[in-house]
């Protein structure tokens, strides 16, 4: 199989209908949610003009992202997938209703903006373990990689659109047209959404949800691979996640324009590496690259954190984002060609945990040590800190440094399993 030259392969969106419908509803979601995610901070600012109450946001999310996102994975292999997800974009679309209505008062509430990102919080843990287990279904084993380059790609594109968009319209507009306009994507993406067909639950699911949950934490400390992925992503966002300081940063450089050039940093870095990205194809040990990429990320959160002149800030998140958009191709490809089906949903569960409660705990790390210290050492800290951390994984977890995709023997497993259950998927 040929790779274009810069590494974006259509093929996933031309094999399965299935896909293709699951890819652009969360695309549509996804540019809506991200307006809706620099709105909510910016706001929280407005109202109360404290970098520890915007940290807080991530406290509040934490519960339910740790509780909800392993039972979320448990339910991602025992019901059906498709009615799961449709009932949470359900309730995240009443969610942004809530929003709506708060900003409309004269004088919106503080703690309903917390409560709707604890409901938010929950309802996306319990959704997004379904999802990525449907995109290990929807999409064939030898498309893995290209699947995760367009999932790359989604991303970026709504991390791009929607924060820019979101910021200029919370400004001018005002927090409100930003929730409305949120709602709107969601009523969107709900179409495209019940067009799905069934999924079915699995006929090996265990007959209870806490054999299921215990069997799927065995598996993942029995893979100290895949384990080692999770732990240098959760270390990555915990010290190094800077988006909910943006607004505090951009007060530093003294220019109209300068939160949504910072906002655009990350997935322009992210959009960038992920278009030139078909060297990736001819890197086997995932693990290595994992480390490597969470490495500069780090380092290009540190400049950022350091500089006090907007384009080496910009550059310095462009950095970051890039490298967490390497290491995000490597991670889902090894996650979707290793993990067994029959395990996917509960450890897309674990994923869960590690890609949403790094970036909760990381805002509120950083709000925190800013309120004791600086923005600037908060910011530049953490960076360094992520990249020192990084070795002492890679020491703890050698099996991450060893994968190799070409002789690894679960990749073979799974190989072999959806060479058996993929006719008729798409």
Request: proline share 4%; with cysteine.
């Amino acid at each position: 199989m040929t790779t274009p030259r810069l590494g974006v392969d259509l093929a996933p969106l031309r094999a399965s209908k299935q896909y293709r419908r699951l890819y652009f509803a969360g695309l549509i979601t996804a540019l809506g949610s991200q307006a809706t995610y620099v709105t909510v901070p910016y706001q929280l600012k407005q109202l109360t003009n404290s970098p520890l109450a915007v940290g807080a946001l991530g406290l509040v999310e934490l519960v339910p992202l740790i509780l909800l996102g392993l039972y979320g994975g448990v339910l991602a292999d025992r019901v059906n997938r498709r009615g799961l997800i449709i009932s949470m974009e359900l309730v995240l679309m009443l969610s942004t209703v809530v929003l709506v209505v708060n900003a409309s008062l004269t004088h919106p509430e503080v703690w309903v903006l917390y409560l709707d990102a604890f409901v938010v919080a929950g309802a996306s843990s319990l959704q997004r373990p379904s999802i990525e287990a449907l995109n290990q279904t929807f999409v064939s084993h030898q498309l893995q990689r290209s699947a995760a380059v367009l999932a790359n790609i989604r991303y970026s594109t709504a991390s791009i659109i929607g924060p820019s968009l979101g910021g200029l319209a919370a400004v001018a507009l005002g927090p409100a047209s930003v929730y409305v306009a949120n709602v709107v994507t969601f009523s969107l993406s709900l179409m495209m959404l019940v067009s799905l067909g069934a999924t079915t639950s699995r006929r090996d699911a265990p007959v209870s949800d806490l054999v299921a949950l215990r069997s799927g934490l065995h598996y993942a400390r029995s893979r100290p691979d895949i384990l080692g992925t999770y732990v240098i992503d959760l270390l990555a966002m915990v010290l190094a996640f800077p988006v909910v300081m943006l607004p505090f940063v951009a007060d530093q450089f003294h220019r109209t324009y300068a939160l949504s050039v910072l906002y655009l940093g990350l997935p322009s870095g992210a959009l960038v590496a992920t278009l030139v990205s078909s060297w990736t194809h001819r890197v086997h040990h995932y693990g290595r690259a994992v480390v490597a990429s969470a490495a500069i990320w780090g380092l290009g959160i540190a400049l950022f954190g350091f500089t006090r002149v907007l384009w080496v800030a910009f550059i310095g998140l462009a950095i970051g984002g890039g490298a967490d958009a390497v290491s995000g191709i490597f991670r889902t490809t090894m996650w979707n060609a290793s993990i067994a089906p029959a395990m996917r949903g509960r450890m897309a569960g674990v994923e869960m945990i590690s890609y949403s409660l790094g970036p909760t705990a990381g805002q509120f790390r950083a709000g925190v040590m800013a309120a004791w210290t600086t923005l600037r050492f908060s910011l530049t800290f953490g960076g360094l800190a992520c990249t020192g951390s990084i070795g002492a994984v890679t020491a703890a977890l050698p099996g991450l440094w060893r994968f190799d995709a070409r002789t690894d023997p679960h990749v073979q497993e799974v190989r072999e399993l959806r060479a058996r259950d993929e006719l008729g998927l798409t």
